[in-house]
């Protein structure tokens, strides 16, 4: 039982499901006009429930190379969501089987390229538990056709730049580059010896001061910048995006082809107030932060907050 968000790619990442249209060039009426190859895939999302009855549809996205739906397993499967998705894969496989034969006794379409198989064989689950998850997940899957549209509209800021050299350490990038000229940045990170004192004595003065401290400054026109591993530093991430303030953010993972930052990260980058850095490359096996890495990253936040040395090479819109 739970609920998941699951991601399915087209294999080719040919836009075989749809078409993206930005009316106006506005991201916010942006939409999927759906390819009569999509319907099919999205009539055999739908029927998902039909096979599995312990399973509700949640919400259901079609993008044009790929799709994404949140499924709720509300009672005890006989088989795992993992293999449900194996016959969810296996249905699509047919239907681009079918597809491609119908249009074309030899099987092939569009120069050359197979319909069949449609996705990647191996689906991305992301199981969801913590508070709030959910509603912030359905919200992310609805939006994603204006989030594609906003990163077309606006492809410098999502550019990723390569060997951005800051005091000496080499980082990929993607965001507004140009924060790193600001006259002042702050590092934002949680010392232990205050989380303790507020849960193991009740005294949370000098953590709610150093809270505050980071808002304030940030207030005053200071960037913040870390990886923001801690719940603590976190809540003073979501203060500083709430409030819209231009943060500096250092990832655990590189940039792959197709990185699109998430939720409300995504609408910092659109809009020029946030830069992402990680000093490593992009490595899709990876799902878990080490003890090693979230060190590094703070002594990282260290360095950026004093380092004089600006990129020579500076994008952005």
Not at 101 to 122: A, H, M, T, W, Y
């Amino acid at each position: 039982m739970g609920i998941y968000h699951i991601t399915m790619v087209v294999s080719s990442r040919e836009d075989l499901l749809g078409t993206l249209v930005i009316p106006n060039d506005n991201p916010e009426q942006a939409h999927v006009v759906l390819s009569a190859f999509g319907e099919e895939i999205k009539d055999c999302v739908r029927t998902i429930p039909d096979f599995h009855p312990e399973i509700q549809i949640l919400a259901l996205r079609m993008m044009p190379d790929h799709v994404h739906f949140i499924l709720h397993v509300h009672r005890k499967m006989d088989i795992g969501i993992r293999a449900a998705m194996r016959g969810f894969w296996q249905a699509t496989k047919a239907i681009g089987r079918a597809y491609t034969s119908s249009i074309d006794p030899d099987g092939i379409r569009n120069n050359q390229l197979r319909v069949d198989p449609i996705f990647l064989e191996k689906p991305f689950i992301r199981p969801m538990s913590r508070k709030g998850q959910l509603q912030s997940m359905i919200h992310y899957v609805l939006m994603n056709p204006q989030r594609l549209a906003t990163k077309r509209l606006k492809p410098g800021y999502f550019y990723v730049q390569h060997d951005v050299d800051i005091g000496g350490r080499t980082y990929e990038a993607v965001g507004n580059i140009k924060l790193l000229q600001a006259a002042k940045i702050n590092p934002v990170h949680v010392r232990s010896m205050w989380v303790r004192d507020a849960e193991e004595h009740g005294d949370d003065q000098a953590l709610r001061n150093y809270k505050n401290g980071c808002v304030l400054a940030a207030r005053e026109g200071a960037i913040m910048v870390s990886p923001f591993i801690s719940e603590h530093e976190r809540a003073v991430l979501d203060v500083l995006l709430n409030e819209k303030h231009p943060i500096i953010y250092i990832a655990d993972n590189g940039f792959g082809k197709y990185y699109k930052p998430f939720a409300a990260l995504f609408d910092a980058v659109a809009d020029g107030r946030m830069l992402i850095l990680s000093p490593w490359s992009h490595d899709p096996k990876k799902k878990h932060v080490t003890r090693a890495e979230c060190i590094a990253m703070n002594k990282m936040a260290e360095e950026i907050s004093t380092s004089s040395i600006v990129p020579n090479d500076i994008r952005g819109n």
